[in-house]
Each structure stands twice: as C-alpha cells, then as structure tokens.
C-alpha cells in the first residue's frame, strides 16, 4: 500500500513538471517586439508579434528584439578642425532596428559598435571644416553623418534615421573671443539701426513740414475764393437792392401821376408838381438844379401873371 502511494505521488509530480514544460513552451510577443528562435543553438526562425509555441530542451530563444525607434546621446567626444582647434561635440542618434536576424548575429555589442562609428565618422567629418564651418555648418554635418551611419550599420540590421549634434563646445578663449565679436556686432547693428531711426524720423520730420505747408496753401486758396465769393455775392445782393430801389421810385412816381391824372388835373397842375418834387428834392443842400424846358416856360409864365397881378 505504501509503494502504491509513492508511485501516485511520483505520477502527480511528473504530471506537474509536464505541465509546466508545457507552459513554457507557449510564448507570447508582444507588439513591436520580435523574439529571435534558435534550435540547438541554431538559427531558426523569428517570432513576430502573436502566440508561438516551442519544442522544451531544443528550442531557445536566443534574443528579444525591440523594434521601436530608439534614441542614444552619447557623450562629448574630442573632435580637431581642419585648422587645428580642439573641441567637444555630443550626437543624438535616432534608429530602429528593421531585421531581429542580423541584429542578433551582426555585431557583438550594437549599441557600442553605433557609439564607435559615430565617433570616428564625426572625427572624419569634421577633421575636413574650420571652426567657423563647423558652428554654422550644423544641418550638413547631420545629413553627412546619417548617411555614412545608415550605411555601416545596415549590416547589421540597424536604420539610422536621424543624427543630431547636440552640443557643439570650443575652447574657452575661442568662446570668450566669440562672445566678444558677438557684442562688438550687437553694437554695430544697434547703431546702424539708431541711424536709421533717426533717417526715418528726419524724413518724417520734412515730409510733415511739406504736407502742412501744402494743406495751409490750399486753406488759404479756399479762403481766397471764399472771400471773393462773398464779395461777388455782397456786390450782386447791392445791385439787387439798387434796382429794387429804383424800381420802388419809379412805381411811387407813377403811382402819384396816376392819382393826379384820376383827380382831374391839367398839365399845368402836373408841372407845378413836378416842380414843387424838384424843390423838395434840392431840399436847401443843392447849389443848382437843372429843370427841364417844359418847366422852366410854366414858372416864367406864372412870375409874369404874379407881376402883372402885383401892378394892378
């Protein structure tokens, strides 16, 4: 009866060490990875994303590969330009991995052979400008870098999409001496630009003058025309007001003749009162007052009958 129980007991445990090998067999990849599968130390296949199983004790995975794009700042490397100034330059470099199989087997250490070659290509690169090449040269140096560092590492499995300078350190004189130029130029620019503040304002300043002495003429042109405008009306509303005083005159004079000639008076009557308006119009002031013919023959005629009457 014992030994009965010690075989079940082995039966259990060996049930359980099967099932768990089982277990391990089944691998699961997760998105944007790959499992690199090797068979007896073998290459033999690449998972991609998705359920796999495995043979136990035959199948290995040998590497699990991430296949996101990836980014490595490595550390300032000393770098010579062509004219012989020693300086400090740090890269950023951005790259996927597109093939799990040659990154596996390409190179030992991928991240360190990058790291290596990024150095010596930069060392090339900038080994063939001068400084001053070199600070405003940046976006020519990236594109030559990527290029040489995509076609090295290819490869090995390994895409480099982007290279950038991060930092770009020269010596501290040269940085002191940079500075320096830098603010002798602010100077220069903030004085040319003073200058032309004060060109500007100067225009400005004489094109104002010229814009009033232009609006004050023409002020006084319109007043000019305005003033003989009123002057011609004053003139027009007089001669108006003249010959409506006249035309006054003349209506009341022939009103006055109309009167008498509806009164019954003769001529005589008619001259008398055309002599009489004479005298009132002298009234005193005038030295001589010319009468008409017709006048003049009734006043001898009536001083004559007056004399003759005074005799008598």
């Not at 004219?83 to 597109?98: E, L, S």
């Not at 002031?285 to 023959?297: D, R, Y």
Request: net charge negative; glycine share 4%; with cysteine.
């Amino acid at each position: 009866m014992g030994g009965q129980e010690i075989l079940l007991s082995i039966f259990i445990a060996f049930i359980i060490v099967v099932i768990l090998v089982l277990i391990s067999c089944i691998k699961i990849v997760p998105q944007a990875q790959a499992s690199v599968l090797e068979r007896l130390g073998a290459y033999k296949e690449t998972w991609n994303t998705g359920i796999h199983f495995k043979l136990p004790i035959v199948d290995k995975v040998a590497r699990r590969v991430n296949l996101k794009e990836q980014v490595i700042d490595f550390k300032p490397q000393p770098v010579i330009t062509e004219d012989n100034v020693t300086m400090q330059i740090d890269t950023v470099v951005f790259f996927q991995i597109t093939d799990p199989k040659l990154y596996a087997y390409g190179v030992e250490n991928p991240l360190m052979a990058i790291e290596n070659l990024t150095a010596t290509t930069l060392r090339n690169i900038i080994g063939d400008l001068e400084l001053d090449e070199t600070l405003t040269s940046r976006e020519l140096i990236n594109t030559r870098m990527r290029t040489a560092l995509d076609v090295a590492t290819d490869p090995w499995g390994i895409k480099v999409n982007r290279v950038e300078l991060k930092n770009i350190i020269p010596p501290k004189e040269i940085q002191d001496s940079m500075e320096k130029q830098m603010k002798a130029e602010r100077e220069r620019r903030e004085a040319i630009l003073r200058a032309e503040g004060e060109k500007k304002s100067t225009i400005l300043v004489a094109e104002g003058k010229k814009e009033s002495a232009i609006l004050d003429a023409e002020a006084e042109k319109q007043a000019a025309i305005l003033r003989a405008e009123a002057d011609r009306e004053a003139k027009i509303r007089r001669a108006e007001g003249d010959a409506l005083a006249i035309m006054k005159v003349k209506e009341a004079e022939a009103e006055g003749i109309r009167m008498i000639k509806e009164a019954g008076a003769d001529e005589a009557v008619i001259q008398l009162r055309s002599l009489d308006a004479f005298t009132r119009a002298a009234d005193g002031k005038a030295t001589k007052i010319i009468i008409p013919s017709e006048i003049q023959g009734f006043a001898g005629t009536i001083k004559a009958l007056t004399e003759v009457v005074k005799e008598d």
